[in-house]
């Protein structure tokens, strides 16, 4: 029988030792874990097990969310955000003369463009540009200051000036492709070619009248970028190619252009004038070589020019004509028949007529002159008295036959056309002052036209200044041949001619005219100038224009000089300038004189 050992002894304890009393906080007891059975396996989950998986379901809720349902919205939306999409200007079709000189042409520039929200330093930007642009930095801090996606800094600048802005890496500073307009040859033909504004379109002369045949179609180029400013080479780009401006080819011929301004310039400073204007133009077919204005500007920088000289004065202003219109009245005569170079007139001191009494420029006795000596003499009496021959209908048919009182034809913006009062509108006066010049109004380039056609045989042919347009593709197109009307038969054109060549001669008011080796026919005015600020007579218009060779006629040129007042005779004021604008224009165009000597026609009887 086993025997139980007894249970081991425990060591003597001592007894706790009594320590000061301490307040110690109740520990606390944890709770005992929430649990809930799931199926049949009972499996106790904690609530953080809950959370996770709530979590887990939220985070694939919304991946789905945004990639699945909103996914295609929001990558639209970045790809917008990183677009940039930029205007890639047509090239604009240039201007040129008639042996292909460039006087208006377009070259590559750049606009700085700005991302305003992409700027840290508005400050700092605009230092460092100002460094590279020159100028003041304030107003390229105000444009780089702001919330806007877009805004230009800088326009029209040189891709080379682009180069160093773009070395600077500036945050939210980006280029955009321009063109710049730029006029090689200066103010000569300025107040024709006209300029272009800071939008790009015409502001004056062709440049606004053929503004569709110049511009072409802009295109434009659609490109992402990063936050830098860095074009994304892997992203797409599209766009549509620009359509370059077709260029036109103007009659205009550059040299002569260019000596009429110059001479002409300097006479319009000598007499003291308030404006001049010198037309140049081949009669055969009508095309004009030069056209002058003076005062002028330079195109190149338009902005300064004040805007009367940016017009063409040789359109644009219209004045009384004087002595220069009579042989439209002598050839009118002339084509009735009833008179002829030789016919003996004889012109009394005054001439008396109901309603006035008329004078000459210059008081003088009883004068024995031939129709050819009236107009060599330029006396306004015996115009008169030639007239009266005709009466006021027919001179009024004539003086529109030559195309007073219509468009030139030139279809330049701004044209004034004159004007000839209808008979049914004449004051009892207004016969006798239409007869020798006074009581129409002209521009230049009808009153040139009128010498053109009795140049050419009586017919006028319609002036003209575009020869013809070029395509991109470099396809020259002719312009349309300009219209041609009879408007007195070659016979009595003929004899005109041979008339004004005695008004050249020291029998007539324009010797200074003459021009070595060369027939020149030629007729002065020194007409009444209407002053638009008292609508009365105040002042004169000295006007001289020829052609040359008299003979076998290659060129006109007419001259007006406006309000001299250093001297008012168009023979003195005029006269010099036709000769050295017409003396330059034969021999550049290589024109050899005839040879022949002028036919002596007397001038009294």
Request: aromatic fraction near 6%.
């Amino acid at each position: 029988m086993s025997t139980l050992a007894p249970p081991p002894r425990r060591p003597a304890q001592r007894p706790p030792q009594r320590r000061p009393a301490q307040r110690r906080p109740a520990p606390r007891r944890p709770l005992p874990p929430r649990t809930f059975r799931r199926g049949d396996h009972g499996r106790r989950v904690g609530i953080w097990q809950i959370l996770l998986l709530m979590a887990v379901t939220v985070v694939a809720g919304r991946i789905i969310d945004l990639q699945a349902i909103k996914g295609p919205a929001l990558a639209a939306s970045a790809e917008k955000s990183r677009q940039r999409t930029v205007t890639l200007p047509a090239q604009r079709g240039d201007i040129t003369d008639r042996n292909g000189v460039p006087l208006a042409t377009t070259v590559t520039a750049v606009n700085i463009t700005v991302d305003q929200t992409m700027v840290d330093d508005p400050a700092a930007n605009a230092a460092a540009l100002a460094e590279v642009l020159g100028g003041s930095a304030a107003p390229l801090e105000a444009s780089m200051d702001g919330k806007r996606r877009f805004a230009y800094v800088a326009k029209s600048v040189t891709p080379e000036t682009w180069a160093k802005v773009k070395a600077l890496r500036l945050p939210g500073i980006f280029s955009e492709p321009t063109t710049q307009r730029v006029y090689p040859a200066g103010p000569v033909a300025a107040n024709v070619i006209g300029f272009v504004r800071a939008d790009g379109n015409g502001g004056g002369g062709l440049e606004w009248g053929l503004q569709k045949t110049l511009s072409g179609t802009a295109g434009s180029s659609s490109r992402q970028v990063s936050p830098s400013g860095t074009v994304i080479p892997t992203a797409e780009e599209d766009g549509v190619a620009p359509v370059p401006g077709q260029s036109v080819k103007l009659t205009l011929d550059r040299d002569i252009q260019w000596m009429a301004q110059d001479t002409l310039a300097k006479q319009v400073a000598y007499a003291r004038a308030d404006s001049g204007t010198v037309v140049v133009m081949d009669p055969r077919t009508g095309h004009i070589l030069a056209l002058a204005t003076v005062p002028t500007f330079d195109p190149n920088s338009a902005a300064e020019a004040a805007s009367a000289d940016r017009g063409n004065r040789a359109l644009s202003d219209v004045f009384e004509p004087g002595s220069t219109s009579k042989v439209m009245t002598m050839a009118a005569v002339l084509e009735e028949g009833e008179a002829t170079a030789l016919s003996k007139l004889t012109i009394p001191p005054v001439l008396k007529r109901p309603a006035k009494t008329w004078h000459d420029h210059d008081p003088h006795g009883t004068l024995r002159l031939t129709l050819n000596g009236v107009l060599a003499k330029s006396s306004n009496i015996g115009t008169i008295m030639a007239a009266e021959r005709i009466g006021g209908e027919k001179l009024y048919s004539y003086l529109k036959k030559f195309g007073m009182g219509s468009p030139t034809g030139l279809q330049f913006p701004g044209e004034s056309t004159g004007v000839v009062p209808a008979p049914t509108k004449w004051s009892a006066t207004t016969f006798g002052t239409l007869a020798f010049g006074q009581g129409l109004s002209v521009n230049a380039v009808q009153a040139a036209s009128v010498y053109a056609t009795l140049a050419n045989g009586g017919v006028r042919v319609t002036p003209s200044l575009v020869e013809g347009y070029t395509s991109p593709e470099g396809d020259f197109t002719p312009a349309a041949a300009p219209a041609e009307t009879r408007v007195v038969s070659e016979k009595t054109a003929s004899t005109v001619m041979k008339m004004l060549e005695s008004v050249v001669s020291d029998e007539g008011t324009a010797p200074k005219a003459a021009i070595p080796g060369y027939r020149v026919a030629g007729k002065t005015g020194t007409a009444n100038r209407i002053d638009p600020e008292c609508g009365c007579y105040r002042g004169y218009t000295a006007s001289f224009i020829g052609v040359a060779p008299a003979d076998d006629p290659a060129l006109v040129v007419a001259v007006f000089l406006q309000n001299p007042r250093n001297g008012h005779y168009g023979g003195v004021l005029a006269g010099p300038v036709f000769k050295q604008v017409m003396t330059y224009a034969l021999q550049q165009l290589r024109v050899a004189p005839t040879g022949t000597a002028r036919p002596r026609i007397p001038v009294e009887w």
